[in-house]
């Protein structure tokens, strides 16, 4: 399987073993869950999770969530909240701050510098966001949040790229 290419060229490809657990993932189901679900030993699913974060570069499972959504590797659409219903609010700024480094996969640490509130409190500001969303797990939240529009659907390598023309732009002049 492989995803949307990028302005480079360049294309992420993934086993279709491995691609095969994205979307429990970004469900927010466990290793022993989605290995119940495929038929697979827990460990088989561990392994294809440690591919996937090598393959996409990702250093957190939401983060990879995050990374197979811009990549196009899942449709954040066909991920449902646990339970029916719409968000019972907006989230607030430190709700969304924390959700975006989750996808980022940044540590409850780089998180909390980032958003100047204690680990603590990050832990509970992504709770509350996993409540108002509806979600599982932190991985479930970020999917919840692509489908909700409220994280950056940009390709994955676009600030690379961005970035890259500048530092061509500099060194030509």
């Keep these: 399987m492989s995803g949307e290419p990028c302005p480079c060229g360049h294309t992420i490809v993934v086993a279709a073993a491995d691609a095969a ?3 429990p993932l970004a469900c927010g189901l466990t290793t022993a869950a989605i290995a ?8 088989q699913v561990r392994d294809g999770i440690k591919r996937l974060r090598a ?55 780089a998180s909390a510098e980032d958003l100047g509130i204690s680990i603590g409190q990050v832990h509970k500001v992504l709770a509350a966001a996993r409540d108002i969303l509806l ?8 999917a919840l949040g692509h489908r909700l529009h409220l994280l950056p659907t940009t390709h994955p390598h676009l600030a690379a790229h961005e970035s890259a023309d500048l530092t061509a732009e500099a060194g030509a002049a």
């Design 21 to 23: 657990l994205l979307l």
């Design 36 to 43: 119940r679900q495929l038929g697979l030993k827990e460990s």
């Design 55 to 109: 393959v996409l570069g990702a250093q957190r499972i939401p983060q990879l969530v995050d990374l197979a959504i811009r990549w196009q590797l899942i449709d954040p659409d066909v991920v449902a909240p646990i339970r029916s219903g719409r968000p019972s609010r907006d989230l607030k700024s430190a709700e969304r701050g924390a959700l975006a480094n989750a996808a980022a996969g940044s540590s409850a640490e």
């Design 135 to 142: 979600a599982r797990a932190t991985a479930h939240a970020v």
